[in-house]
Every structure is written in structure tokens, then in C-alpha cells.
T-cell receptor, first 114, second 110 residues
């Protein structure tokens, strides 16, 4: 069964450093998403991406965040200058289309900022 | 702002019990409601509901949506220890953005 994959599974970085989280969505999917879940809190939407541009973004997704689809398979989330409060589990998701389509989630990347 | 509220926050039952998890929502341009099960990491999909009154079933799990009263329930019958997880409700708006509730933590004791 096709699945969304994410690397790395765990990333530890120092405050102020840049990190890139990587995702490989399901191959025929067209819409891609990033979510985050701070420990003990709810899953929060960050951004959606379609046709090589951002479709929607939340208030959390400020100027320090960016997304990119650098090639035909990867979808990345970059955090330019990490802060302690960026520590969270980051989930990538993809869906085949817009509308009544299930969002498939990847296993997540746990980001720890020290 | 879209909002999803789940209740109860947590629930402890014994194997064989039946549980009902609740999800109420307020969303602009509602498209669908999703239920997910989250054990250790990624949420795994259970149900997608778009129409009122139509029950979706999968084994011991079932769910229904009421778009007039803006809520959904997830039922689990004959619970097993493997059902222990956090159950997440999320609503999808017209922009395909998911807003999650805080989840219900279910623990099923042997």
C-alpha cells in the first residue's frame, strides 16, 4: 500500500539553526500539507501546497517557514532560524485531489530545538 | 475561526464495553469531517463523513454526522485493548484545510 514517508524521524538542532524536514508524498497525489503537534497539544495546520504554490497557510506559518517541492517527489518544510517553541512533531500529508479525499499522513519528524 | 471540540477528554473502559466519542464543530464552508486514530505517531484514517444521517461502519467502529446540529459521534463496540489510542476528529473546509479537535484519549483495560 502506498504511503507518505518522512525523514528524518528525529532531528535535534540548536536554537537559531536552519532545519529542513523532508517528505515524499504518495506518487499520484497532488495536494500536500504540513501539520505540527506540540507535545500534549492538538494537531495544527501549517500550510497546504498545490501546483507549486502555497494554497493556504495558518498564522503559525510565518516568515521563518517555507515550503518547496524541489523535484517530482520531495516536499520540504524549511525553518530558517529555529526557536525553542518550534519543538514539535511535524507531519506531512498528501491527498489525491481537493474535496472528498482522505489526507494520508506520514509518520512524522520529531524536531527538538535545544 | 474554525473550531472543533471533542469530548470526553479521556475515557477508561474495560474490554467488551461500548464507547461513544463526541465531536462538535463550527466551520466556515464545511466540506467533510474525518475521524483518525492516533496511537504513537501519525494519525491513521478511520472515516470520512460528508452527509448527515448516513452511518459509516468498519468492523466494530461506526460513525455518523449531523450537519444540522454540527456534531459527529464515533462508536466502538466490544472494545479491545488494541483500541487504546487518541481518537481525533477533524473538519475539512473548502480550502481543504483540516482543523483538528484536541482528541479523546481512550484506554481499554483487560
Amino acid at each position: 500500500e502506498p504511503e507518505v514517508t518522512q525523514t528524518p524521524s528525529h532531528q535535534v538542532t540548536q536554537m537559531g539553526q536552519e532545519v529542513i524536514l523532508r517528505c515524499v508524498p504518495i506518487s499520484n497525489h497532488l495536494y500536500f500539507y504540513w501539520y505540527r503537534q506540540i507535545l500534549g497539544q492538538k494537531v495544527e495546520f501549517l500550510v497546504s501546497f498545490y501546483n507549486n504554490e502555497i494554497s493556504e497557510k495558518s498564522e503559525i506559518f510565518d516568515d521563518q517557514f517555507s515550503v518547496e517541492r524541489p523535484d517530482g517527489s520531495n516536499f520540504t518544510l524549511k525553518i530558517r532560524s529555529t526557536k525553542l517553541e518550534d519543538s514539535a512533531m511535524y507531519f506531512c500529508a498528501s491527498t489525491e485531489g481537493i474535496g472528498d479525499y482522505e489526507q494520508y499522513f506520514g509518520p512524522g519528524t520529531r524536531l527538538t530545538v535545544t | 475561526e474554525d473550531k472543533v471540540v471533542q469530548s470526553p477528554l479521556s475515557l477508561v473502559v474495560h474490554e467488551g464495553d461500548t464507547v461513544t466519542l463526541n465531536c462538535s464543530y463550527e466551520v466556515t464552508n464545511f466540506r467533510s469531517l474525518l475521524w483518525y486514530k492516533q496511537e504513537k505517531k501519525a494519525p491513521t484514517f478511520l472515516f470520512m463523513l460528508t452527509s448527515s444521517g448516513i452511518e459509516k461502519k468498519s468492523g466494530r467502529l461506526s460513525s455518523i454526522l449531523d450537519k444540522k446540529e454540527l456534531f459527529s459521534i464515533l462508536n466502538i463496540t466490544a472494545t479491545q485493548t488494541g483500541d487504546s489510542a487518541v481518537y481525533l476528529c477533524a473538519v475539512v473546509n473548502a480550502g481543504n484545510m483540516l482543523t483538528f479537535g484536541g482528541g479523546t484519549r481512550l484506554m481499554v483495560k483487560p
